[in-house]
């Protein structure tokens, strides 16, 4: 994970967190999912709880996606890295997860371009190109 995320995630640890009346609370996660299949390629559980209730749910939204916007140069390559092998025109999205959910909420925020990968880094998606070096 490179500093920047990791100043992030320090920071969302250290927030205040105001609770009204009863609500119980819970944790937050995000993920980058691919979009065809719905599986989790990165997946990172915040150090911060929320409140169990629709303003949690929209905090949670929130705080991923300011955490993926903040990533976006490096997502490319901390997927390629992540899935370490041959990948063309992968599609993924930025999902939400809050307290006992049991499945992964869409935040809006998607790859404007598809994502391909050769050894494990970033590649031009181009299948033309893959022929040719092969």
Same mark, same amino acid.
């Given at each position: 994970?490179?500093?920047?995320?990791?100043?992030?995630?320090?920071?969302?640890s250290l927030l205040p967190l105001t609770l009204g009346g009863d609500v119980p609370v819970g944790g937050?996660?995000?993920?980058v999912l691919d979009v065809e299949s719905l599986d989790p390629i990165i997946?990172?559980?915040?150090?911060?709880?929320?409140? @169990?209730?629709?303003? /949690?749910?929209?905090?949670?939204q929130q705080l991923c996606m300011a955490l993926a916007q903040g990533a976006k140069e490096k997502a490319p390559a901390m997927i390629c890295e992540k899935l370490n092998k041959h990948v063309d025109n992968l599609?993924?999205?930025?999902?939400t997860k809050s307290c006992d959910a049991t499945s992964w909420m869409f935040t809006g925020l998607k790859s404007p371009e598809?994502? @391909?990968?050769?050894? /494990?880094?970033?590649?031009?998606?181009?299948?033309?190109l893959s022929i040719i070096e092969e």
């Amino acid at each position: 994970m490179d500093q920047a995320l990791k100043n992030f995630v320090l920071l969302c640890s250290l927030l205040p967190l105001t609770l009204g009346g009863d609500v119980p609370v819970g944790g937050c996660s995000c993920a980058v999912l691919d979009v065809e299949s719905l599986d989790p390629i990165i997946e990172q559980t915040l150090q911060y709880n929320i409140t @169990c209730d629709q303003e /949690g749910a929209e905090k949670c939204q929130q705080l991923c996606m300011a955490l993926a916007q903040g990533a976006k140069e490096k997502a490319p390559a901390m997927i390629c890295e992540k899935l370490n092998k041959h990948v063309d025109n992968l599609k993924v999205a930025v999902y939400t997860k809050s307290c006992d959910a049991t499945s992964w909420m869409f935040t809006g925020l998607k790859s404007p371009e598809p994502i @391909c990968c050769h050894n /494990g880094k970033p590649a031009v998606c181009n299948s033309m190109l893959s022929i040719i070096e092969e």
